[in-house]
């Protein structure tokens, strides 16, 4: 009988770190004066070094509220919009966020090293309105399958080759149908946002097939389930990925000539009634320094939006880097982002069906 086991992000993680925000809000003074930095960030993207570092530095305190998605940033600030200075949401909560009029436009003077940053490969949907209140950080994505050279029992080259029976039982995913309906839309020659019930239809028949030869779905580490053995193939996340790549030898990525493309850009912004802004600045600042830069991609690497950074990046990413790289001519599906309410339910409902089964 097949095993399906359902690992999601540890709900910890939305927890920790929180006691260092008793003072959120509660700073006095300008906006200048402080020593405080409220943030709100995702665990795996800022090193905890480069935390310290700036600590150091500056001497501003960072009291760091970590969240594993979204939702929390968009709510959190609802209900405290004073209680934090600074986030990195993804592109669609970004554009919520312009729209609720809660965020700050961002004073480029103030953050020189704002000129090394580009915002060539981001979403696809950012637009000079998002960049008058966001300055990109980096983005995730690239080549996020990855298979062992020495147990894989097929030689996999297209999309369709995840559907042979030889990898029955030799494949770990993730449990979402906002990763895997675009991209078989997008493989069929859909809309990766189509709600035509037909196209709809015939995306669930291929994706029920793929579904078929999976043995382990995990919404955490799905590499985990290729360096012990248990699985040949990952779809997985862009950091998880290359971490195996680091650790194993016998892991490499999959190169899929049809292969839909994962991109998902998180950016810096500051709350509009931030009462430190200024310094949310030079954290910004601080982290565009392209040796900095570079240090958060040695520790999480991810497709680069600071072309100067990757002078200072380690040889440790240099074996990886390829990983990230999306040719020009591939369509690129944008990770969850502005994907309308009514295809992402439509793909929730099919997909739940399929996971009952």
Not at 151 to 180: A, H
Request: with cysteine; net charge negative.
């Amino acid at each position: 009988m097949k095993r399906r086991k359902f690992l999601a992000l540890t709900a910890a993680l939305v927890l920790a770190a929180t006691t260092g925000l008793a003072s959120c809000g509660n700073n006095s003074g300008s906006k200048g004066d402080t020593k405080e930095l409220n943030m709100i960030l995702y665990p795996d993207y800022v090193p905890q070094s480069v935390i310290d570092s700036f600590e150091k530095e500056t001497g501003i305190k960072c009291n760091i509220d970590y969240v594993d998605n979204d939702t929390l940033i968009y709510t959190k600030w609802s209900e405290d919009p004073k209680g934090y200075d600074i986030g990195q949401p993804a592109i669609s909560t970004l554009h919520a966020l312009i729209d609720a009029d809660m965020l700050q436009e961002i004073s480029y003077e103030d953050i020189p090293n704002s000129k090394y940053i580009s915002t060539d490969k981001c979403d696809i949907s950012l637009n000079d309105n998002d960049k008058k209140y966001s300055i990109p950080y980096n983005t995730t994505g690239g080549y996020t399958w990855i298979y062992n050279t020495k147990t894989c029992p097929v030689t996999i080259t297209k999309m369709d080759d995840l559907l042979d029976e030889k990898l029955r039982g030799q494949i770990v995913t993730m449990p979402y149908s906002f990763m895997w309906y675009p991209s078989a839309l997008m493989h069929l020659g859909y809309s990766d946002s189509s709600t035509d019930e037909k196209e709809i239809a015939e995306a669930t028949e291929w994706v029920k097939k793929l579904t078929a030869n999976v043995k382990v779905f995990d919404g955490a580490t799905p590499s985990s389930s290729v360096k012990n053995g248990e699985c040949s193939v990952a779809l997985t996340f862009a950091s998880d990925a290359s971490r195996a790549l680091l650790d194993d030898p016998d892991l490499d990525y999959l190169k899929v000539e049809d292969q839909t493309f994962m991109q998902c850009t998180q950016y810096w912004v500051i709350e509009k009634q931030s009462p430190n802004s200024k310094n949310a600045e030079k954290f910004i600042d601080y982290i565009c320094d392209p040796k900095i830069y570079a240090e958060c991609l040695n520790t999480y690497p991810a497709i680069s939006n600071n072309e100067e950074a990757l002078n200072y990046v380690s040889d440790d990413y240099k074996k990886i880097e390829g990983m990230f790289e999306i040719p020009d001519d591939k369509k690129s599906y944008i990770l969850n982002s502005d994907l309308p309410t009514d295809a992402l339910s439509a793909y929730d409902e099919q997909w739940n069906k399929i996971m009952s089964n």
